[in-house]
């Protein structure tokens, strides 16, 4: 069995467990007459506001791809960053951060694959630089509660020093890739010139097009735009998060929803089926019980709110990816063709 596969059925498995798990207190009927008594304005409001963070994710990465693609068309960087959601949530092992390369490399040529992927890994170090500070930010609220506990562990450890420390150095890495570009293209071609001969131009060229996607880094006000447009995304965010809150009855403060997207964020990175569901409810769940939420309201909130944000990008992005005139064929391609064809790209 090919390791794609096992992924996906370990992915498989551990969402069966964790929705089983999440949903084992709350009956079928309550969830529905939860559902059925939330707030419908409040709830469409929430979806608004939800969909509104792809357009900031656009913008961040138009500022990010600068170095490489100034000018770059909002539209095409919005297109490819719904693609890219879309097929995360039917595909497994997060292949939509091959895809949104993908589909951007394709409909822009100044951009290669390699400088687009890697630009996606820089935006996702962004990300959680934020998501963890947002996050530790509504743990000093005073409405937080005290020594609260998630799976018997202290939640200050969920952040851990070792978590940030991974951050922190992914970070700096990034950074030094992006100021001494020769030195680390220099580095691969000869560790591996010494293993593999014939791949060391190959690997030289991908370290290369990879610096370029981390360009951003090297313009202090570039760096500070980034910034800027990450925060708006997850306040945005935060916002859905809050709105959906009211939406079901739920009177918690706004730094629970910068805590829970945080706690979410760390549960959608393990491995799970497409759509993070499971992971998804079940990290809710136990964040809202920290709140004193009822588990029928958490569970009702964590169901609204997580249809409610994969169906619109899921059908946007479906529509775009079939104006492309790509397939999910191509996507599963992705990840092999792509690095080589950025490899030997020139």
Known sequence: MTKRRWQALLGAALTIALLGWTLRDVQPAELLAQLRAADPLLLLLGTVVCFGIFP??????????????????FMTAFRATNIGMMTNNVLPARAGEFARAFALARTEPRVSFASAFASIALDRVFDALVVFGLMSWAMLDPAFPRGAQVAGRDVSSLLGSVGLLVIAVAFVVALLLALRPAVFEAIATRVVGTVAPSLAARVGALVHHAADGFAALR???????????????????????????????????????????????????????????????????EGLRLYAVATPVAVTWAVAYHLLNFLPITIVGAVQFARLGLSLRDVRGTEPSAREAAAGAS
């Open 219 to 285: 313009s202090p006000w570039r760096f500070v735009r980034v910034l800027f447009w990450t925060v708006a995304h997850w306040l945005v965010n935060a916002t859905s998060y809050y709105l959906i809150f009211r939406a079901v009855g739920m009177t918690v403060p706004f730094s629970a929803a910068l805590f829970l997207q945080g706690l979410v964020s760390i549960g959608v990175a393990i491995p799970s089926s497409p759509g993070f569901f499971g992971p998804f409810e079940a990290f809710a769940k």
């Open 56 to 73: 900031l994710r656009a913008i961040r990465w138009q500022v990010l791809l600068e170095p490489i693609a100034p000018g770059l068309p």
